[in-house]
């Protein structure tokens, strides 16, 4: 079992997690997650983050710190930077391995590791700027980067290495296989690993981006050399580009997003399609790029990731029931409570007997700051007339995203 040492006195573990389980219970994981836990040495012993029991990370994890001579016993300080359970639902077993450590977290976390696990001893809480003396000269600091993304997380900051333990923050899906820091991947990795990252981001993250930016704001002082998450690779060749990458992510939640467009569509008898296919047309001829999914056969999980990055919206969706097709409800749904805002939009959609989306879409989108290019609707199939007026909105909708 590897360990990779950030510098002689900091050691990584991380167990690859490769399951059929959806992340969260929401988030599918095809190509795995990776939990990261940090040993820190002084004269006494951190470890920073826990896990879940989860594809065998005690196993993995354990045999970690055996190869460099630790052990869950060994440890004198059990640092919990964010509580949700893929960082601390092992803390039960790990108290019964070692009763004597002392566990760390602000005042939030602690009442969590009482609420979820009962635990009421040994128990140290820390604020922002608290610090914690590990002997021979390694100091640990805290600080608190609330919603980032539950309330009660923090950061840990090493000094000597300038290694940020970042918990959830900076971090992405995807496993690492036998190699965990950035300098260690292939550019293509590198791809692989900036969409899993993107697709984390807007799965998990995005809600908060407003604590995102807070957070990076007070961390900005910090002479960061090294950032260790607590899933996904360690940065320590080029740290700010994750740090960057994220700063841009963060913006997306206010701002106009990237020059392109998500077409999201669902369509029962193809005649929605037909207007999904003009309306691409269109998009096509303006030569703004785009990315395509249908519902409900792709995952929300990889349509919220495009949706957020991008400037510009198609949503298509037939009438079904004299109100909006279930599948393209959901999305919507979820884009209210990701807080997919600031979009430059284009709803089309066929109906049968009698409309009803277009009512349910426009009240469903209240709030959202979106800016609508048209809402288009026709009955049965689209006639010549309704093509060429999809292809002119989606030129339009195109020529909007450039010009934001
Ligand atoms: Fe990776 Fe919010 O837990």
Redesign the pocket.
Known sequence: MRTDRISDFIHCVHADIETTDLF?GIWPIPQGVS?NAYAVRGEKIALIDLFRDWSDAAGQIGGGLASEGLDFSLVDYLILN?L????SGWLREFRERNPRAEIIATAKGINLVKSFYKIEDSLRTVKNGDTLDLGGGKILTFFEVPNI??PE?MVTWEPLSGTLFS??AF?SFGALGNRIFDDEFTPEEHDFFEKETLRYYAN?VASFSTFVERGMQKLADLPIKVVAP??GMVWRKNPQTILDRYRRYASYAKGPGEKEIAVIWGSMYGNTKLGVDAVVRGIEAAGVPYSIHRVPDENISWVLADAYKSGGLVLAMPTYEYAVFPPMAYVIDIFRRKHITGKTVLRIGSWGWVGGAKKEYQAAIEGLSWTSVDSLEWAGAPGPEDLVALEAAGRKLAEAVRNR
């Open positions: 969260e939990l964010h949700e359970p893929d960082h993304h539950w997380t918990c959830d971090g998990i607590s899933h």
